[in-house]
């Protein structure tokens, strides 16, 4: 006799925490947050993310992590610019 079908389809396998989903537009913020407090090591491309609030930008300035100043330093060098060719 076969074995029934499953009425619900087993969960997604947990997301592997990657630079590309923590840069991702596409990645959900209650992941990015997770990521942001408990992945130092991907915290760096965070700051790369468009989806980023401020309110992260800020937790991540913070908290720090390999690369985390410099990234920041790199983001707000761009805002200036972008900001000075607007002007």
Do not use: F
């Amino acid at each position: 006799m076969p074995r029934p079908k499953a009425l619900v389809e087993p969960p997604a396998p947990p997301i592997e925490l990657t630079p590309l989903v923590a840069c991702s537009a596409d990645t959900a913020q209650d992941v990015l947050w997770h990521i942001a407090e408990h992945a130092p090591k991907l915290r760096k491309w965070l700051v790369a993310n468009p989806s980023a609030t401020p309110a992260m930008l800020e937790y991540l300035a913070q908290v720090g992590g390999p690369g985390v100043p410099e990234a920041l330093r790199i983001l707000l060098e761009s805002l200036d610019a972008l900001e000075s060719c607007e002007n």
